[in-house]
């Protein structure tokens, strides 16, 4: 079965930087674009980033220049660095794949940004 498994979430203080990571299994990789969401307490989940499987990228205007989104094939893993983060960051991160035929979710990570 299909599995997404998030990591490197935490508490950061304003300014600061974290790496997102999304580990993937039970699909072939490098076929799907792979993308990255947030929800924010009392808000719906929100694009942060996409990286297609040709690693053509596509940002939120929120994260445009901040944000990085990155994978590595040879380890099925995708990559979301996170630099000058705000408050307003503050949410939990989610990987996504999603295909014409399907649609799966890591359980999320949560990112906290706060002095």
């Known amino acids: 079965q299909v599995q997404l498994v998030e990591s490197g979430g935490g508490l950061v203080q304003p300014g600061g930087s974290l790496r997102l990571s999304c580990a993937a299994s039970g699909i072939i990789f490098n076929r799907y674009a792979m993308g990255w969401y947030r929800q924010a307490p009392g808000k719906q989940r929100e694009l942060v980033a996409v990286?297609?499987?040709?690693?053509?990228?596509t940002y939120a205007d929120s994260a445009k220049g901040r944000f990085a989104i990155s994978r590595n094939n040879a380890k099925n893993t995708v990559y979301l660095q996170m630099n000058g983060l705000k408050p307003e960051d503050t949410a939990v991160y989610y990987c996504?794949?999603?295909?014409?035929?399907?649609?799966?979710w890591g359980q999320g990570t949560q990112v906290t940004v706060s002095s």
């Open positions: 996504n794949v999603r295909s014409s035929r399907f649609e799966y």
């Open positions: 990286i297609s499987s040709v690693d053509t990228t």
